[in-house]
């Protein structure tokens, strides 16, 4: 007996065709996606759509509804906050800094996070230091005692389609259509009870938003849907054109993140970033003045109280409070890349980066990453380390390595990208001389 797949299918066929679809639409293809009663290729081609042809904002809106409506919710207050970044730049480990800054104000913040789609997910990060797969009467019960927690998104059953979607596509085609995107990161909001919101936009090459333009027409997209459903959101457009910090990878980003909280700092892109964000959300609550959040979020990191908050977290989490930084496990097997030519670090190649750290088995592999010693503007000699690989697989080693050699990720003014010889002319004599 043939099974017959009739309306989610033909609603999907409509939205191809580029026709609009109602909230009640999108929620009958969200419904008969979560009873597994579409094909993934009827799924894919949803995404797909969005994709080549994003949904206009009232589509969005409509689309954010249908997600919230069916999974579950939740209500922390009036003065719930939040923090997202659209994603796209490695080592963006901000909200482990974050979360326990604000948390330590008296503002409930529970931070639902993804795993890993085209960056390292903060859920994979966190992980290193606690469980985050926790459900959400366990989420009710953490943040109503201590303000907040960073966990998984996925096993809350909040906007459950998003995860299907993640799971079955967008991580398989390592796409994120914008309109997804926003429905995403909005719908997870609202089901949480933010009241107010903050988006991090990274721009510059290789991330979501390569120009200025494209950043600024996120924003105001978020701003615009925020309005729409009940959400003061305000966007802060970030330096995106090299990774954050120094460390990519779960384990060497949660290491990094955690030296910051107690009281070392590794990098100033990290905590003038954190702070920054922060910051925003405190003058947006009427937790500082304006134009004083970030002071008062340094306050707070540098005085030991986000350290304190953040061992909170993690107890009430179910991992070790009293970790050190020092004691997190990173990859066993390691090898460093050497600069070619003494010369400026002019360029850092986010995309490179994040393929270097995929070859060496992150993030299923926790402790597999890259350290970079060296970032954009940085002076070095000939023969000193630029960068680190790690992984606890010596295969997957030699496999990074070779992706590194091949992409080049970082560029020294100085260096010579590629020789071409009369040989090479012979053998492919379509190049074309400049």
């Given at each position: 007996?043939?099974?017959?797949?009739?309306?989610?299918?033909?609603?999907?066929?409509?939205?191809?065709?580029?026709?609009?679809?109602?909230?009640?639409?999108?929620?009958?293809?969200?419904?008969?996606?979560?009873?597994?009663?579409?094909?993934?290729?009827?799924?894919?081609?949803?995404?797909?759509?969005?994709?080549?042809?994003?949904?206009?904002?009232?589509?969005?809106?409509?689309?954010?509804?249908?997600?919230?409506?069916?999974?579950?919710?939740?209500?922390?207050?009036?003065?719930?906050?939040?923090?997202?970044?659209?994603g796209g730049v490695p080592g963006n480990k901000v909200s482990l800094l974050i979360v326990p800054i604000i948390a330590s104000t008296g503002l409930k913040i529970p931070k639902t996070s993804s795993r890993s789609i085209t960056t390292i997910g903060t859920a994979d990060t966190f992980e290193v230091l606690a469980?985050?797969?926790?459900?959400?009467?366990?989420?009710?019960?953490?943040?109503?005692?201590?303000?907040?927690?960073?966990?998984?998104?996925?096993?809350?059953?909040?906007?459950?389609?998003?995860?299907?979607?993640?799971?079955?596509?967008?991580?398989?085609?390592?796409?994120?259509?914008?309109?997804?995107?926003?429905?995403?990161?909005?719908?997870?909001?609202?089901?949480?009870?933010?009241?107010?919101?903050?988006?991090?936009?990274?721009?510059?090459?290789?991330?979501?938003?390569?120009?200025?333009?494209?950043?600024?027409?996120?924003?105001?997209?978020?701003?615009?849907?925020?309005?729409?459903?009940?959400?003061?959101?305000?966007?802060?457009?970030?330096?995106?054109?090299?990774?954050?910090?120094?460390?990519?990878?779960?384990?060497?980003?949660?290491?990094?993140?955690?030296?910051?909280?107690?009281?070392?700092?590794?990098?100033?892109?990290?905590?003038?970033?954190?702070?920054?964000?922060?910051?925003?959300?405190?003058?947006?609550?009427?937790?500082?003045?304006?134009?004083?959040?970030?002071?008062?979020?340094?306050?707070?990191?540098?005085?030991?109280?986000?350290?304190?908050?953040?061992?909170?977290?993690?107890?009430?989490?179910?991992?070790?409070?009293?970790?050190?930084?020092?004691?997190?496990?990173?990859?066993?097997?390691?090898?460093?890349?050497?600069?070619?030519?003494?010369?400026?670090?002019?360029?850092?190649?986010?995309?490179?980066?994040?393929?270097?750290?995929?070859?060496?088995?992150?993030?299923?592999?926790?402790?597999?990453?890259?350290?970079?010693?060296?970032?954009?503007?940085?002076?070095?000699?000939?023969?000193?380390?630029?960068?680190?690989?790690?992984?606890?697989?010596?295969?997957?080693?030699?496999?990074?390595?070779?992706?590194?050699?091949?992409?080049?990720?970082?560029?020294?003014?100085?260096?010579?990208?590629?020789?071409?010889?009369?040989?090479?002319?012979?053998?492919?004599?379509?190049?074309?001389?400049?």
């Amino acid at each position: 007996m043939t099974t017959k797949f009739v309306d989610s299918i033909d609603l999907i066929k409509k939205s191809l065709n580029g026709m609009r679809l109602t909230k009640d639409e999108m929620r009958k293809i969200l419904e008969e996606a979560l009873s597994e009663k579409i094909p993934d290729v009827a799924l894919a081609a949803f995404i797909v759509r969005q994709y080549l042809k994003p949904f206009t904002i009232d589509e969005i809106a409509d689309l954010v509804l249908a997600m919230v409506e069916t999974g579950k919710t939740a209500d922390f207050g009036p003065l719930t906050v939040d923090k997202h970044s659209i994603g796209g730049v490695p080592g963006n480990k901000v909200s482990l800094l974050i979360v326990p800054i604000i948390a330590s104000t008296g503002l409930k913040i529970p931070k639902t996070s993804s795993r890993s789609i085209t960056t390292i997910g903060t859920a994979d990060t966190f992980e290193v230091l606690a469980p985050v797969d926790l459900k959400l009467e366990e989420v009710v019960e953490v943040v109503n005692k201590i303000n907040g927690c960073i966990v998984w998104g996925g096993a809350l059953d909040i906007a459950p389609a998003d995860d299907l979607f993640i799971r079955k596509v967008e991580r398989v085609l390592r796409i994120d259509p914008i309109s997804q995107m926003l429905a995403s990161i909005m719908a997870k909001k609202l089901a949480m009870g933010a009241r107010y919101l903050v988006v991090d936009i990274p721009q510059g090459k290789g991330t979501k938003a390569n120009t200025l333009d494209d950043a600024m027409r996120l924003a105001r997209m978020f701003v615009d849907l925020g309005n729409r459903l009940g959400i003061q959101v305000e966007a802060a457009i970030t330096y995106g054109d090299q990774p954050i910090g120094h460390a990519v990878g779960p384990a060497l980003e949660a290491r990094e993140a955690l030296k910051t909280l107690e009281g070392e700092i590794v990098s100033t892109s990290l905590v003038e970033k954190s702070t920054g964000l922060a910051g925003i959300l405190l003058e947006m609550t009427g937790k500082a003045p304006p134009g004083r959040g970030q002071e008062i979020a340094k306050e707070i990191l540098f005085s030991g109280r986000a350290l304190k908050k953040m061992k909170e977290i993690i107890e009430a989490q179910g991992g070790n409070p009293n970790i050190k930084a020092d004691e997190i496990p990173i990859g066993s097997y390691t090898v460093n890349i050497e600069s070619p030519a003494d010369g400026y670090v002019v360029a850092i190649d986010n995309q490179a980066i994040m393929a270097i750290v995929r070859a060496a088995g992150a993030p299923e592999d926790k402790g597999a990453g890259v350290i970079i010693h060296k970032k954009g503007g940085r002076y070095v000699k000939r023969g000193e380390v630029i960068m680190s690989i790690y992984s606890n697989s010596e295969s997957r080693l030699d496999k990074a390595l070779s992706v590194a050699r091949m992409l080049e990720p970082i560029v020294v003014e100085g260096m010579i990208r590629k020789r071409i010889t009369p040989a090479q002319m012979l053998i492919s004599p379509s190049l074309e001389s400049e």
